[in-house]
């Protein structure tokens, strides 16, 4: 089946620096990516989509320059979180899907961000 | 506003029991739904995806249904084992065309025990 694959799972950064999230589909091209962040005990809100050579577009609320978001090839999205703050620590999620409103979204395994 | 709603919260059950988990939806026009397993700390895994015109569609000890006229699906879980306590999310597509925006629930939290 389609695979999402996300890295890293985890990390830990200080406050003010940036860090990048991958999120690749390994075995097929994905012309719409989604970016997810998750509160303890909620579901997944999102916060932009980005389609394949073309600016993502963010949700409202989400500051883009703060949240960037790369969509570079069909099988690669990296979403940067930029001058990171103790309030952007969360778990983000990656989503990526093919062309058609019947096909299914595929999830990376999430990653766990901590700013201290 | 489109809008995706689970229940219960949360359900505690005995390894090897039935339960049945509900979504209700406003999301108009409707394309698919879909059901989604999350363990903690891992992204969604899909279970089932239904259209319009679909009533019903089964994973192994998993069973949706929809009524899209009452705009309403269950999850049935037969034989619930230890490994099924996870979050459930129910995902709704609209149809717009070409750019499509889904709706999530906000999941139930399910619970196995010995």
């Known amino acids: ?62 500051e883009k320059d703060k949240f960037l978001i790369n969509h570079a090839s069909l099988t690669l999205s990296t979403l940067t979180v930029t001058s990171a703050h103790p309030e952007d620590s969360s778990f983000y999620i990656c989503s990526a899907k093919t062309a058609g409103n019947n096909s299914p979204l595929h999830f990376g395994n999430g990653t766990r961000l901590t700013v201290t | 506003k489109n809008q995706v709603e689970q229940s219960p919260q949360s359900l505690i059950i005995l390894e090897g029991k039935n339960c049945t988990l509900q979504c209700n939806y406003t999301v108009s026009p409707f394309s698919n739904l879909r059901w989604y397993k999350q363990d903690t700390g891992r992204g969604p895994v899909s279970l089932t995806i239904m259209t319009f015109s679909e009533n019903t569609k089964s994973n192994g000890r998993y069973t949706a249904t ?13 034989a619930s084992q230890l490994s099924d306590s996870a979050s459930y999310i129910c995902v709704v597509s609209p149809y717009s065309g070409g750019y499509q925006k889904v709706t999530f629930g906000t999941g139930t939290k399910l619970q196995v025990i010995p």
């Open chain 2, 66 to 78: 929809l009524d899209a006229d009452t705009k309403q699906s269950s999850l049935h879980i037969t």
């Open chain 1, 1 to 62: 089946g389609a695979v999402v694959s996300q890295h890293p799972s985890r990390v830990i950064c200080k406050s003010g620096t940036s860090v990048k999230i991958e999120c690749r589909s390994l075995d097929f091209q994905a012309t719409t990516m989604f970016w997810y962040r998750q509160f303890p005990k909620q579901s997944l809100m999102l916060m932009a989509t980005s389609n394949e050579g073309s600016k993502a577009t963010y949700e409202q609320g989400v």
